[in-house]
């Protein structure tokens, strides 16, 4: 058997230190200025100014319209508003600040990572997981947007790490309960989907045990209670249970969907071959990796359960975006890499050692490609261009402040103008709740900018047009025009 270790046990972890320290640097060096017009940020930042500034938690100012509730829910939990509001207390709305928070997280995260595979792979393989998840150009946008995505990855691997050193078996004990819980609510309140982590160590436990240990009682109590109390203290509500549909549709759109996103990891831009080719390479592989995962002594563990729990929730979750997929990536590449770990122990050394070169040399002419595409200056069409900001300094000094505002992206708004504001429903007349909502202040972009407020163009507009008598137009910039509407 082939060893796994190629350099001393210290060596590893300080090439692990090294390879650590180059993608913090590469990622913090390249934040580009602004911020999409990504609008969970919006409520993220409304949540940790609220924390810092002792306001109750929820009431951020943006309305929840039930008729349009892929937005977002009234409130979000509070694992990530709690990492920003030290950064609100000392220097206020500093995007780049917040965005290098998101950054040391998700380094945060590859060194969990690290830890939970070398010990399955090997440090050289364990090593190449880390590099070619966070060199990822698709992961690399993610670090632009303020949002809850990389602080997950890392409480999500911290909780299964911690599971994954415990047996979870009958051997379990009430105090290994006592630390695993609280670390399953962690990732709770950062973002909702880490409640899969509760059927990720029943699933374990009943596989191992075969019957309800001590331990799984206790773990269950005590994760229900925590959340219970976060769920009360702050009035969080995550995820709408309306967005999820256990139908067949549902799934197999979703499996159809996201695995059009899994292959744009792995795209060479306008080379559709050699996509297809690099692509189908890693899913071999993975499905390789996986079969002899469940055929070997230990079987099914702790990282393929999650995988599988938490790929099972995004395919009944209506809303498919390819940051959904970021946590079950790292498993996906790990089980490719024990799939080719497998196959390299049955052909000759120098045979493997080529193959292994030229599928790293793939995936690095991969990435530059993308990286080639890429925008690396200031984000076009920020939310704090000039143009919007101005939209938001005549709101904030010509409007009253019980005004309720109706908006695309109802919740910059409200963080720029301390305002009440509402989206609308995409259908025709905007939906009965803006109607009974009756906004006082409308705004509307002249454009669809890079498709965020194409939804303006084919329903706010028309609306606007069929009630023209009821508006007076009482300011405009090149990009938006702000009405005020008589119901």
């Given at each position: 058997m082939r060893t796994r270790f190629w350099f001393s046990p210290i060596g590893h972890w300080l090439l692990l230190t090294v390879l650590l320290l180059a993608i913090f640097l590469f990622y913090q060096r390249t934040i580009r200025d602004g911020h999409t017009w990504d609008d969970d940020a919006a409520q993220?930042?409304?949540?940790?100014?609220?924390?810092?500034?002792?306001?109750?938690?929820?009431d951020t100012g943006y309305i929840f319209n039930p008729q349009y509730a892929n937005l977002g829910p009234p409130a979000y939990p509070p694992g990530f508003p709690l990492l920003l509001a030290p950064i609100w207390a000392a220097r206020g709305l500093d995007l780049n600040a917040m965005k290098i928070l998101s950054v040391i997280c998700f380094v945060g995260s590859l060194g969990l990572i690290y830890g939970l595979f070398w010990r399955r792979l090997g440090a050289v393989a364990a090593l190449t997981l880390v590099g070619v998840f966070g060199f990822c150009p698709t992961i690399w946008q993610q670090k632009e947007f303020i949002g809850s995505d990389f602080p997950f990855l890392l409480f999500a691997?911290?909780?299964?790490?911690?599971?994954?050193?415990?047996?979870?078996?009958?051997?379990?004990?009430?105090?290994?309960?006592?630390?695993?819980?609280?670390?399953?609510?962690?990732?709770?309140?950062?973002?909702?989907?880490?409640?899969?982590?509760?059927?990720?160590?029943?699933?374990?436990?009943?596989?191992?045990?075969?019957?309800?240990?001590?331990?799984?009682?206790?773990?269950?109590?005590?994760?229900?209670?925590?959340?219970?109390?976060?769920?009360?203290?702050?009035?969080?509500?995550?995820?709408?249970?309306?967005?999820?549909?256990?139908?067949?549709?549902?799934?197999?759109?979703?499996?159809?969907?996201?695995?059009?996103?899994?292959?744009?990891?792995?795209?060479?831009?306008?080379?559709?071959?050699?996509?297809?080719?690099?692509?189908?390479?890693?899913?071999?592989?993975?499905l390789i990796g996986f079969a002899n995962q469940v055929r070997s002594r230990e079987g099914i563990g702790i990282v393929e359960i999650f995988a599988i729990l938490y790929t099972a929730m995004l395919l009944i979750y209506a809303p498919v975006e390819t940051r959904f997929l970021y946590p079950v990536i790292p498993i996906y590449v790990g089980l490719a890499l024990k799939g080719a770990e497998d196959i390299s122990a049955r052909i000759p050394a120098r045979l493997a050692t080529a193959a292994g070169c030229s599928a790293l040399a793939m995936v690095s002419l991969c990435y530059a490609a993308q990286y080639r595409q890429l925008d690396?200056?200031?984000?076009?069409?920020?939310?704090?261009?000039?143009?919007?900001?101005?939209?938001?300094?005549?709101?904030?000094?010509?409007?009253?402040?019980?005004?309720?505002?109706?908006f695309r992206k109802p919740r910059f708004l409200a963080l720029l103008t301390g305002r009440k504001a509402a989206t609308y429903a995409h259908?025709?007349?905007?939906?009965?709740?803006?109607?009974?909502?009756?906004?006082?202040?409308?705004?509307?972009?002249?454009?669809?900018?890079?498709?965020?407020?194409?939804?303006?163009?084919?329903?706010?507009?028309?609306?606007?047009?069929?009630?023209?008598?009821?508006?007076?137009?009482?300011?405009?910039?090149?990009?938006?025009?702000?009405?005020?509407?008589?119901?």
């Open positions: 993220y930042i409304l949540h940790a100014r609220n924390i810092a500034e002792g306001r109750d938690y929820a691997y911290l909780a299964v790490l911690a599971m994954d050193h415990f047996s979870l078996d009958t051997q379990s004990r009430i105090r290994d309960a006592i630390l695993i819980a609280p670390l399953i609510a962690i990732a709770y309140s950062v973002r909702t989907a880490g409640l899969v982590l509760l059927p990720v160590v029943a699933c374990r436990s009943l596989l191992k045990s075969r019957r309800l240990s001590p331990f799984l009682l206790v773990t269950v109590l005590l994760t229900v209670a925590f959340c219970g109390a976060e769920a009360l203290w702050m009035h969080s509500i995550g995820a709408s249970v309306s967005l999820f549909h256990i139908h067949p549709g549902t799934i197999i759109r979703n499996i159809w969907s996201y695995g059009v996103l899994l292959r744009s990891f792995w795209s060479f831009g306008g080379h559709a071959t050699s996509s297809w080719l690099l692509n189908g390479l890693i899913a071999a592989l993975a690396w200056g200031p984000i076009p069409g920020s939310v704090l261009d000039e143009d919007f900001v101005q939209v938001a300094d005549f709101i904030g000094s010509h409007t009253a402040d019980n005004e309720v505002l109706l259908v025709p007349g905007l939906g009965s709740f803006v109607r009974n909502l009756r906004p006082g202040i409308i705004v509307a972009a002249t454009s669809s900018g890079d498709g965020s407020f194409a939804s303006d163009g084919a329903f706010l507009w028309p609306f606007l047009r069929a009630r023209a008598g009821s508006l007076q137009v009482i300011y405009t910039t090149p990009g938006y025009s702000v009405f005020r509407m008589r119901w």
